[in-house]
């Protein structure tokens, strides 16, 4: 099993900043791909940024150049700093780690960016 725990989720003006965290933990030996997703009203959950635990990155061309994603192995946890925020970024958040065969979702956290 794997528990996924976000946090850094908050209200913020156009154009600010936020750091999202996700920590895994659990009966972890090691973890490959961490992700992040957001979802907002009435739309499908996309995909926002993946880092393998060698460091290579992908992400949406959405927030290229505006969202990092980086990770700490020896933590097991994965970052999002985004900046520049636009109010269309607003959206639940979702952490995903794929392992041993299945997703592992967090609980989500609430990013709301006002004009």
């Known amino acids: 099993q794997v528990q996924l725990v976000e946090s850094g989720g908050g209200l913020v003006q156009a154009g600010g900043s936020l750091r999202l965290s996700c920590a895994a933990s659990g009966s972890i030996f090691s973890i490959n791909a961490m992700g992040w997703y957001r979802q907002a009203p009435g739309k499908k959950r996309e995909l926002v940024a993946v880092i393998t635990s060698g460091g290579s990155t992908s992400s949406a061309d959405s927030v290229k150049g505006r969202f990092t994603i980086s990770r700490d192995n020896a933590k097991n946890t994965v970052y999002l700093q985004m900046n520049s925020l636009k109010p269309e970024d607003t959206a639940v958040y979702y952490c995903?780690?794929?392992?041993?065969?299945?997703?592992?979702w967090g609980q989500g956290t609430q990013v709301t960016v006002s004009s």
């Open positions: 995903k780690v794929p392992y041993t065969g299945r997703d592992y």
